[in-house]
């Protein structure tokens, strides 16, 4: 038997997420009211990257930011019909894997695109100095407990204390994931 809805209790991260969601929002307004709406937020760090690496694929180009193949994958094709990038076969005859680079038009919005990144960072640092509790130091806490602690590991214990009828599945050989911590030039 069901019981009550949790999704309609406030849960503690959710007017964290809501905050990221709208400071992601201002840059992509900040972008369309400076004449490019084609520009999203996620679409600046990889932009950068093939600015300064040049054309990489994507398991490249997702190895070097962090992050999943599958999450650059869609913002490369978001950045493809935008006509930001362009991909072409990374080695004759093998079109499975493909290189991807900035087009003249991506080319073109590099400067923007870094002075925005520098403003940002100035913005962030500038709320961060504004807080009480300095949210730089607090992901920095929260990455160190992390780290001692997976997140994957606070769950299932939670949830197996909650109902330990619930099988857990786990694949044979995979590691629990855990967080690192970001580059410095991350953000």
């Known amino acids: 038997m069901p019981t009550s809805d949790p999704t309609r209790v406030p849960g503690r991260l959710d007017l964290l997420f809501a905050t990221l969601r709208g400071l992601d929002e201002a840059i992509t307004t900040l972008y369309a009211e400076r004449g490019e709406s084609r520009v999203r937020q996620r679409f600046v760090w990889p932009m950068l990257r093939l600015a ?6 994507i398991v490249e180009l997702a190895r070097s930011l962090g992050l999943t193949h599958s999450a650059v994958s869609q913002t490369v094709a ?3 019909s935008a006509g930001l990038v362009t991909s072409k076969p990374a080695t004759e005859g093998d079109r499975r894997t ?10 073109a919005l590099v400067p923007l695109l870094e002075a925005e ?4 960072e100035a913005a962030i640092r500038e709320l961060d100095d504004e807080l009480e509790h300095p949210l730089s130091l607090a992901a920095g806490d929260l990455v160190a407990a992390l780290q001692r602690r997976p997140f994957l590991d606070r769950i299932a214990a939670h949830l197996d204390a909650a ?3 619930i099988p857990a599945v786990a694949t044979p050989g995979e590691p629990s994931p855990t967080i690192d911590a970001p580059a410095a ?3």
């Open 52 to 57: 300064h690496e040049g054309p990489m694929t």
């Open 78 to 80: 978001s950045m493809r």
């Open 98 to 107: 493909r290189r991807v680079g900035l087009t003249d038009a991506g080319r």
């Open 117 to 120: 990144w520098r403003a940002t």
């Open 163 to 165: 109902s330990p009828s």
């Open 185 to 187: 030039a991350d953000r």
